[in-house]
């Protein structure tokens, strides 16, 4: 993606407009250091300043992180620019770690992407100004600057959790970029006093509006007994990482645009992945002004977006996870599916000890794949056909670990996970929803989605009609779902004698 022109960008910087933060980075040439645009230093000369389209591609020409506006700390808005999915996909799996480690390549991570590793490397130039490389690597500094900066960790496990492969390398790199030690950039006041049994207390931005109260409303609405639970404003749940276990805690700082993130694992090498888990599942790289401006211009949706500013679509934690909650709320009610849910913990999941949660109700992490699939019963009383498409399920992500990434267009998605017993064009459009975030799925059939769509209407509306309305929705779809189900919710209380607060 090209950024905008420099005029615009500088009259952004001047102005200190928060609409282009995680946007846009300038680069001042007479200091050397890049910022973002609501840095509050004062503004460098027109002729000093150069503007990039990723915080990689300022890295690349030589400028070093500011330690006023920190760049690591802008809203993570990379995967919402520009028109590449590949790019968004790629962003995702690097996130996670798929760029990490000596076996890690980007010939891999374009395999896994089903393209060319010149055409990933190209469509990175063209969208971010960087290479897959320069972005990984830039990720794991500002990560690491992150930790630093807010945690009282130590700098070993630092370098460790950031995907540095020695504590030497991690030096030498923040010694080249910032002159001078690692340990020298933290802050004795700023930083959050922590023991290691406390948990690592985290950041992350998101860009403003953020409908908290709907997105926390959700998941008290869909917590599993046992793994999850939402309690004075918080999401707590218990979580499962390469056979290690541990819980996360969420919070929202409404004053800082940021939620809090507690986490308490043992395996630092996992924190980026449970950070990029977190903002998945709660979406807060969403670009909302631009999703909202485009999906606010159609007459059906118009009042529930002025209503409802900020309106999340979340994610699920975990792939598998979602894909058996769809499997088992297939035409059932989210009350009896959360229950079923419950049970199926109960009766396969892992006992977690009392050290690795702080709340006495999260007992369990969810089972895994491979337990569900060699499980000699699954039980919960389901019918048969519902018996089989959840070992269907469990089976199909035991021979194929990378089932719920994001390969291929939303058809091809949908396709192949259609192939799956059990699995028709709703569960497969949820699943792309919610666990591989394609943010065009659109379960046109979901009945919460035809009433609510008829309650704004005024009239009743088939799957055939909402489907080919949506068409002006693309490539939003999901955030008008999520706007059409908060109608339905809103109607049913309404005929109930109630009032929902939207």
Same mark, same amino acid.
């Given at each position: 993606?090209?950024?905008?022109?420099?005029?615009?960008?500088?009259?952004?910087?001047?102005?200190?407009?928060?609409?282009?933060?995680?946007?846009?980075?300038?680069?001042?040439?007479? @200091?050397?250091?890049?910022?973002?645009?609501?840095?509050?230093?004062?503004?460098?000369?027109?002729?000093?300043?150069?503007?990039?389209?990723?915080?990689?591609?300022?890295?690349?020409?030589?400028?070093?992180?500011?330690?006023?506006?920190?760049?690591?700390?802008?809203?993570?808005?990379?995967?919402? *620019?520009?028109?590449?999915?590949?790019?968004?996909?790629?962003?995702?799996?690097?996130?996670?770690?798929?760029?990490? #480690?000596?076996?890690?390549?980007? $010939?891999?991570?374009?395999?896994?992407?089903?393209?060319?590793?010149?055409?990933?490397?190209?469509?990175?130039?063209? !969208?971010?100004? =960087?290479?897959? %490389?320069?972005?990984?690597?830039?990720?794991?500094?500002?990560? =690491?600057?992150?930790?630093?900066?807010?945690?009282?960790?130590?700098?070993?496990?630092? +370098?460790?959790?950031?995907?540095?492969?020695?504590?030497?390398?991690?030096?030498?790199?923040?010694?080249?970029?910032?002159?001078?030690?690692? !340990?020298?950039?933290?802050?004795?006041?700023?930083? %959050?006093?922590?023991?290691? /049994?406390?948990?690592?207390?985290?950041?992350?931005?998101? *860009?403003?509006?953020?409908?908290?109260?709907?997105?926390?409303?959700?998941? +008290?609405?869909?917590?599993?007994?046992?793994?999850?639970?939402?309690?004075?404003?918080?999401?707590?749940?218990?979580?499962? %990482?390469?056979?290690?276990?541990?819980?996360? $805690?969420?919070?929202?700082?409404? &004053?800082?645009?940021?939620? #809090?993130?507690?986490?308490?694992?043992?395996?630092?090498?996992?924190?980026?992945?449970?950070?990029?888990?977190?903002?998945?599942?709660?979406?807060?790289?969403?670009?909302?002004?631009?999703?909202?401006?485009?999906?606010?211009?159609?007459?059906?949706?118009?009042?529930? %977006?002025?209503?409802?500013?900020?309106?999340?679509?979340?994610?699920?934690?975990?792939?598998?996870?979602?894909?058996?909650?769809?499997?088992?709320?297939?035409?059932?009610?989210?009350?009896?599916? *959360?229950?079923?849910?419950? /049970?199926?913990?109960?009766?396969?999941?892992?006992?977690?000890?009392?050290?690795?949660?702080?709340?006495?109700?999260?007992?369990?992490?969810?089972? @895994?794949?491979?337990?569900?699939?060699?499980?000699?019963?699954?039980?919960?009383?389901?019918?048969?056909?519902?018996?089989?498409?959840?070992?269907?399920?469990?089976?199909?992500?035991? +021979?194929?670990?990378?089932?719920?990434?994001?390969?291929?267009?939303?058809? &091809?998605?949908? /396709?192949?996970?259609?192939?799956?017993?059990?699995?028709?064009?709703?569960?497969?459009?949820?699943?792309?929803?919610?666990?591989?975030?394609?943010?065009?799925?659109?379960?046109?059939?979901?009945?919460?989605?035809?009433?609510?769509?008829?309650?704004?209407?005024?009239?009743?509306?088939?799957?055939?009609?909402?489907?080919?309305?949506?068409?002006?929705?693309?490539?939003?779809?999901?955030?008008?779902?999520?706007?059409?189900?908060?109608?339905?919710? +809103?109607?049913?209380?309404?005929?109930?004698?109630?009032?929902?607060?939207?």
């Amino acid at each position: 993606m090209k950024t905008p022109d420099k005029d615009v960008c500088y009259r952004a910087l001047q102005s200190r407009d928060a609409r282009f933060d995680g946007l846009i980075y300038v680069g001042v040439t007479s @200091t050397g250091i890049y910022c973002r645009p609501v840095c509050p230093a004062r503004t460098a000369k027109f002729e000093n300043c150069r503007f990039f389209a990723s915080a990689a591609a300022a890295q690349d020409a030589g400028f070093r992180p500011c330690l006023r506006c920190r760049p690591e700390t802008a809203p993570d808005m990379a995967s919402w *620019r520009g028109t590449s999915n590949t790019v968004s996909r790629a962003l995702s799996l690097i996130a996670e770690g798929a760029l990490d #480690g000596d076996a890690a390549s980007v $010939e891999k991570l374009a395999g896994r992407l089903g393209v060319g590793e010149r055409q990933l490397r190209r469509l990175f130039l063209q !969208h971010l100004g =960087a290479s897959p %490389i320069s972005v990984a690597q830039t990720r794991r500094v500002l990560f =690491a600057k992150q930790l630093i900066h807010e945690t009282q960790m130590a700098m070993a496990d630092i +370098a460790s959790a950031a995907g540095f492969g020695s504590v030497r390398r991690f030096n030498e790199t923040f010694q080249s970029l910032f002159h001078r030690p690692p !340990h020298a950039l933290r802050r004795k006041a700023s930083a %959050i006093s922590e023991a290691r /049994e406390a948990g690592v207390a985290l950041r992350i931005r998101y *860009r403003p509006p953020y409908d908290w109260e709907s997105i926390l409303g959700f998941f +008290a609405a869909r917590a599993i007994p046992g793994v999850e639970a939402v309690e004075d404003g918080r999401y707590l749940r218990t979580v499962e %990482i390469g056979g290690a276990t541990g819980s996360i $805690e969420v919070c929202h700082l409404p &004053e800082q645009q940021s939620l #809090g993130v507690t986490i308490r694992f043992p395996n630092v090498k996992s924190l980026p992945v449970i950070v990029a888990r977190v903002r998945r599942q709660f979406d807060t790289g969403a670009d909302i002004e631009t999703i909202e401006a485009h999906l606010g211009s159609d007459s059906l949706l118009g009042s529930l %977006i002025r209503r409802r500013r900020g309106l999340r679509a979340p994610g699920g934690w975990d792939g598998f996870e979602l894909a058996i909650r769809a499997i088992l709320g297939q035409q059932i009610s989210v009350v009896a599916a *959360r229950r079923l849910a419950g /049970e199926l913990v109960a009766l396969h999941g892992k006992p977690v000890s009392k050290g690795e949660v702080k709340r006495p109700g999260l007992t369990h992490v969810f089972p @895994t794949a491979k337990r569900l699939a060699t499980a000699e019963s699954i039980g919960l009383g389901l019918p048969d056909a519902r018996r089989q498409a959840l070992r269907a399920i469990a089976e199909a992500v035991v +021979a194929d670990p990378n089932l719920f990434n994001p390969l291929g267009t939303l058809e &091809e998605i949908v /396709e192949r996970l259609k192939v799956i017993r059990g699995v028709g064009e709703w569960t497969a459009h949820y699943i792309a929803m919610r666990a591989i975030r394609e943010m065009d799925a659109f379960p046109s059939s979901d009945i919460g989605l035809l009433r609510g769509a008829a309650a704004i209407a005024g009239e009743r509306v088939d799957a055939a009609s909402l489907l080919c309305r949506a068409e002006t929705w693309r490539p939003w779809r999901a955030y008008a779902a999520q706007h059409l189900w908060g109608a339905d919710a +809103a109607a049913t209380l309404m005929k109930n004698g109630l009032r929902l607060q939207i």
